[in-house]
């Protein structure tokens, strides 16, 4: 490529608070439309706002995982702009003195690779309610859902530093992680609680200067930010081999035909009259409230990775693989909960769960084999009730219906014949009906006795216990 990307990000991403920022009402997804509202929330005229502390921490929390410096006093502005999901024609934020700055988050490329982005800034503000458009084409309306207005949001600015498609699907993964580790928020892209922003320019090889940048904005997944960073850069590499000039605007992902489109220039920005919010007061931040907030850090990977090794005395591989998403370890420490053998689990996941959850390309709570699924599986491997390989068989089961377990293998028959005698039949059957083997292994070809027991395990349907089989079929060969 003749040109180098240069790659930014804002990431907004909603908190984990029981309450709104400003008001007592509940914050969640969903829901009957405006359920969860107040005059405060709703925006009326004569309400004051009181912050919610919890969300304070929170930002200061993720403030300190960035590395940042904490600025106190931090207070609160207005951003003003009219829209019918923002009833108060304002939205509070932070412009002037923001909570976080010039911090910076450090992640791996996967391999021995690691990479600094740097943070400009990380502040509080509080989310819109959402606008809900009618089906019918001829609808000339839409509808306002003010539930999730007034949620504490933080928004997490960073530096241009990132400089190819593969360093921004690595930072995104890291900072989704992060996020998740730091227990903020809940970080599930598909309900909008993390969304990312990207901001995207070119520049010729051989030069230091920037390009001027293009923002697409509302992107839910991490895949359509590849998809639009991609078609970005060919977009723009397209019009300065052309010649062109590329102009300041923010952008819109449309999702059917594959492409951006302009949703307004520089100059059509909007002047949002930051000015500090007069009813709120300013906010110091002492040395305590932040060595709190250090001491209520949740465990993070590394505490994570020891302890597993430590509890559950895992190798320092599975550990490894198993703390390299906080949902993986939370599903794995959800599995053992429920039964008592932290090495099986650890192989399932490694193996079985991690596969199919690669290919769904989907988050691990929306993985059909629950943890307590899981935990059944290997209980009823572990007391003998199924072999391993019948297993496999039900896990794929549950993936594919969500079926409960038990009732698989009650309905199918999977059960683990381990009734001797029932054995001990198919056995005689199996040397009756092969004669020409049995003679080849009483004259010392022993590795024969594989297809004899293959022939067991099939004629059984894979259900009779192995190690029974083997013993019996043996018994029978010496004789
Ligand atoms: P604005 O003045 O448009 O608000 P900022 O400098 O505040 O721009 O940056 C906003 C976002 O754009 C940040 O995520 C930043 O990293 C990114 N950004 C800034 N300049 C560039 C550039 N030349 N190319 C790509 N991204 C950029
Ligand atoms: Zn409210
Ligand atoms: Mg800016």
Request: proline letters at 5%.
């Amino acid at each position: 490529m003749k040109y180098k990307p240069v790659i930014g990000f804002e990431i907004h991403t909603e908190l984990l608070t029981a309450t709104k920022m400003f008001c007592g009402c509940e914050v969640g997804f969903g829901g009957t439309p405006n359920t969860r509202v107040c005059p405060i929330c709703l925006g009326m005229p004569g309400t004051l706002p009181a912050p919610n502390k919890k969300a304070i921490d929170y930002t200061i929390r993720t403030a300190l995982a960035l590395n940042c410096d904490i600025q106190s006093p931090t207070y609160f502005d207005r951003k003003n702009y009219y829209y019918p999901d923002l009833p108060k024609n304002y939205q509070v934020s932070q412009n002037y003195n923001i909570l976080g700055v010039n911090g910076y988050m450090d992640f791996s490329m996967g391999d021995s690779r690691t990479k600094r982005v740097g943070i400009d800034n990380v502040h509080i503000e509080e989310d819109a309610g959402k606008l809900m458009h009618p089906e019918e084409k001829a609808a000339d309306y839409s509808l306002v859902d003010l539930n999730r207005a007034g949620t504490p949001l933080i928004e997490i600015v960073t530096e241009p530093d990132l400089r190819s498609v593969e360093e921004v699907e690595a930072f995104m993964k890291a900072m989704k992680n992060l996020l998740e580790y730091i227990e903020v928020s809940d970080c599930k892209m598909q309900e909008g609680s993390l969304r990312f922003e990207i901001n995207i320019s070119l520049r010729e090889k051989d030069t230091d200067d920037f390009g001027t940048k293009v923002e697409v904005k509302n992107l839910n997944s991490m895949k359509v930010v590849s998809k639009v960073l991609e078609y970005e850069l060919k977009r723009q590499s397209r019009m300065l081999d052309e010649g062109k000039k590329i102009m300041p605007e923010t952008r819109l992902w449309n999702e059917v035909t594959g492409k951006t489109k302009s949703m307004r220039t520089k100059e059509e920005a909007k002047d949002y009259r930051y000015f500090p919010e007069p009813d709120l007061m300013h906010i110091e931040i002492s040395s305590d409230w932040i060595e709190r907030v250090k001491e209520e850090l949740p465990e993070m990977r590394e505490e994570k990775k020891e302890r597993f090794i430590r509890e559950f005395s895992l190798p320092e591989y599975d550990a490894e693989v198993l703390t390299d998403e906080k949902k993986i370890a939370d599903y794995f420490e959800k599995t053992l909960a429920k039964c008592k053998t932290p090495k099986a689990v650890s192989n399932w996941i490694m193996t079985e769960v991690l596969r199919e959850l690669k290919e769904m390309d989907e988050e691990i709570d929306e993985f059909p084999v629950t943890p307590a699924c899981l935990a059944t599986i290997i209980n009823l491997i572990e007391n003998g009730t199924i072999s391993g390989k019948i297993g496999k068989t039900v896990f794929e089961e549950v993936f594919k219906t969500g079926k409960d377990p038990e009732k698989i293998i009650e309905e199918k028959g999977l059960k683990q014949v381990t009734d001797e005698s029932a054995i001990q039949s198919v056995v005689q059957e199996v040397i009756e009906e092969n004669p020409d083997t049995v003679e080849k292994y009483r004259k010392g070809k022993t590795k024969v006795m594989g297809f004899l027991v293959g022939q067991v395990m099939k004629k059984t349907r894979g259900k009779a216990n192995p190690k029974m089989v083997n013993e019996l079929l043996g018994k029978e060969l010496q004789e």
